[in-house]
């Protein structure tokens, strides 16, 4: 069964993480540096690090979240930073079904994959990434 919780709508500052929010369902507004962006269904917004931002929901909303620590992005390549760049001056795109459910389809892989594993998953390396799923609520 899957862990849904609760993800509080107050401001997040994100110092060295990147996420990736993956809204399914989605009624509200995100506010990114002080930009407004409209959540809807199927819509996926990249957060960069040292960004503040902060959810208002109209309706029942439902996303995942995935928390990658510049750490972690660091141990791959040195050009980790420009990883984000092109979603720097519109950080979210819309989804068609397809490719919505082929992305929901590789979280939901590693999230499981998280959870049967994570007995051999040092709790360092938990921390440098984290894959959640929330549901949103007004």
Known sequence: SEDKKELSASTVGNENN???ILFEKGNGTILIDFKEYKISD????FITPKTVHSFSIADFSYCWVLT???KYLGLFSDNYQ???CPFTTLPYSNLSANIYEYLNLILSNIKQEFDNHIVTVSKEKKQLIHLQ???LFK
């Open 68 to 70: 990658i620590d510049i």
């Open 133 to 135: 799923n929330f549901y």
């Open 18 to 20: 990147f996420e990736i």
């Open 42 to 45: 199927h819509i996926i917004f």
């Open 82 to 84: 420009t990883l984000f």
